[in-house]
């Protein structure tokens, strides 16, 4: 572990009025730079978030339809369970590299271009898993995948500190994660009539297309605020009434140095996994725990989808509203952040019910709860680093998530392979939320922004 540096100890830096996870008590009277912010105006910037929310759907739809095909790719393919583990294994490796340079690109190129080519090149590699017949072919088809797809929420969150003021992001960036459980839900209801009807190479076909009528729609809509022609001069500044962020470039070796970097890369590396076994394995537990058939999937899929779009959303909004109620920053991502993980901690009874309808509910509150909880974990980074710097850290730390999901999945693979039982990768998921938390806690307390030195640290 890095030595970290002490944002406090340094010039400028700013100390939250209220370090503890409580309320303040009550808040104190406005300062007159507080009475003359601006008031919310404008629609544009939630035009911008819904973009990123269609976007992150297209996403999901992409990297979900394996799940929901693995009962039927099993049978005509004769795939096992370490066969499948292989598969996922392929996709988490390149998300994780491309989560990586996906932040990297963002602040390199700028979302406009960056994001355009990474739902480009991943709705031609979903499309290509049509092409595949064999375990190497579906490697490398969902190795393109995840390597095009790991742009996704870098470009998303640093499009949401672009063009939301601070005390927005958390609403914004839940609703644009929501999309992931749109697309979640539209797979279980698409891809197996699309299945039935036509084969599976057409469902990949169908749905690996969708990400060019997006492009169509980017392209025409989106560019940087100050650039913006259909942007108001009142929107803008409401944009941009937060302190100016510093003008700095660094390196990751020195953004590695910070605890407001290592606090998302723990929390994103303990919370990711479990989301990924919720995508990649709840179709066949459903399948081989409650003996569903493909079509049959859609009913409590679609319930525990529906479940997680309160949650996000919710998650935001929660922190959100407490900050509005007076309460710090730090106080209010916590809080909202302890009560989805108190949320999840029932899974663990979901594969030992008998009763469909009570395993689905006991999943969906906790696949609700895991996405609350990452909603407020992303706006962590927006809240404590400049701008420039945001994809670059939302990257690291989607790498170190995307490494979890290399980790559950070959786990999952032996542990399903071996015992046939769910009840082990169920008792980790209740018990991670927990864990994170504490974690993220103890690296950054008070959740203190960083402090960068006013002159420019070329990357090296």
Not at 6 to 30: F, K, W
Not at 142 to 156: I, K, S
Not at 271 to 293: A, E, M, R, T, V
């Amino acid at each position: 572990m890095p030595q970290f540096k002490n944002p406090s100890a340094q010039p400028g830096a700013h100390l939250p009025q209220t370090p503890a996870m409580v309320p303040t008590n009550p808040p104190a009277p406005q300062s007159e730079a507080a009475k003359s912010e601006p008031r919310p105006t404008g629609w544009y910037r939630w035009i911008i978030c819904g973009l990123l929310f269609f976007a992150t759907t297209i996403n999901y739809i992409d990297r979900q339809i394996i799940g929901i095909l693995k009962p039927e790719l099993s049978e005509k393919l004769g795939w096992n369970e370490l066969d499948y583990s292989n598969v996922v294994f392929a996709f988490q490796v390149a998300y994780a590299i491309g989560y990586a340079g996906g932040g990297w690109l963002m602040d390199r190129v700028g979302v406009r271009l960056g994001y355009a080519a990474a739902v480009l090149f991943w709705s031609l590699a979903a499309m290509g898993h049509g092409l595949a017949r064999s375990v190497a072919g579906f490697c490398a088809a969902r190795f393109g995948l995840g390597l095009a797809e790991g742009g996704n929420f870098p470009a998303a969150v640093k499009s949401v500190s672009d063009w939301f003021p601070r005390k927005e992001r958390a609403l914004a960036t839940g609703i644009f994660n929501a999309g992931s459980n749109v697309g979640a839900l539209i797979t279980p209801l698409l891809v197996p009539w699309l299945t039935v009807k036509f084969g599976w190479p057409t469902a990949f076909l169908v749905t690996g297309a969708l990400g060019f009528c997006w492009l169509i729609a980017w392209w025409l809509l989106y560019q940087d605020p100050e650039q913006h022609p259909r942007l108001s001069a009142g929107e803008l500044a409401y944009i941009r009434h937060d302190p100016a962020d510093p003008p700095v470039k660094i390196s990751w070796r020195e953004l590695l140095r910070y605890r407001q970097t290592w606090a998302f890369v723990v929390g994103m590396f303990l919370s990711s996994p479990i989301w990924w076994f919720y995508l990649y394995w709840i179709p066949d537990f459903l399948n081989k725990q409650h003996g569903l058939n493909l079509l049959e999937l859609g009913p409590p899929l679609v319930a525990i989808y529906l479940m997680t779009d309160v949650g996000s959303i919710g998650g935001g909004w929660l922190s959100s509203w407490l900050i509005k109620r007076g309460w710090s920053v730090n106080a209010a991502r916590k809080t909202a952040m302890l009560a989805c993980a108190v949320c999840v901690v029932p899974v663990f009874a979901a594969s030992s019910v008998s009763n469909l309808w009570v395993a689905t509910v006991l999943i969906g509150l906790a696949a609700s709860a895991h996405q609350g909880f990452s909603a407020n974990l992303y706006t962590l980074v927006s809240d404590t680093a400049p701008r420039q710097v945001v994809s670059s850290i939302v990257g690291i730390g989607g790498m170190a998530g995307a490494i979890g999901g290399m980790f559950i999945a070959k786990l999952a693979g032996y542990i399903l392979q071996w015992t046939g039982s769910y009840l082990p990768l169920f008792v980790i998921a209740a018990s991670v939320y927990l864990i994170n938390l504490a974690l993220i806690h103890a690296i950054n307390p008070r959740l203190l922004p960083m402090t960068f030195r006013a002159i420019e640290t070329e990357e090296r």
